[in-house]
Nanobody, 124 residues
Framework: QSALVESGGGSVQPGGSLRLSCTRAGYNLDEYSIGWFHQAPGRGREGISCLSVKDIKTYTADSAKGRFTVYRDSAKNTVYLQMNNLTPEDTGVYYC?????????????????WGQGTQVTVFS
């Protein structure tokens, strides 16, 4: 089985933008809800933004509202997390995860398969 693969992380200054990508070879991501999770240094993993199958339902954490957008490109079998106006508090590892069907809550327990994560560093 192939793994979920995240990419797009990097180092930016405050106010900068990054677009993270999540894909999985051999799996049609249109059949899955996708979650993006953030793990800040020394802290647990928390849901930042989730998108359900068929894009029926979305969730964005308060800390990300107005700045982050999750969307999918079915033609590329990829789900993106567009992150704008980044702050040092956004630093950490970002993971994508999947589950079949519509997610209930954008929490760790509601998702099964996980990627290895991509590092985002926002520095002054």
């Amino acid at each position: 089985q192939s793994a979920l693969v995240e990419s797009g992380g990097g180092s930016v200054q405050p106010g900068g933008s990054l677009r993270l990508s999540c894909t999985r070879a051999g799996y049609n991501l249109d059949e899955y809800s996708i979650g993006w999770f953030h793990q800040a240094p020394g802290r647990g993993r928390e849901g930042i933004s989730c998108l359900s199958v068929k894009d029926i339902k979305t969730y964005t954490a308060d800390s990300a509202k107005g700045r982050f957008t999750v969307y999918r490109d079915s033609a590329k079998n990829t789900v993106y997390l567009q992150m704008n106006n980044l702050t040092p508090e956004d630093t950490g590892v970002y993971y994508c995860a999947t589950r079949r069907g519509i997610f209930k809550l954008c929490t760790l327990g509601d998702f099964g398969a996980w990627g290895q994560g991509t590092q985002v560093t926002v520095f002054s």
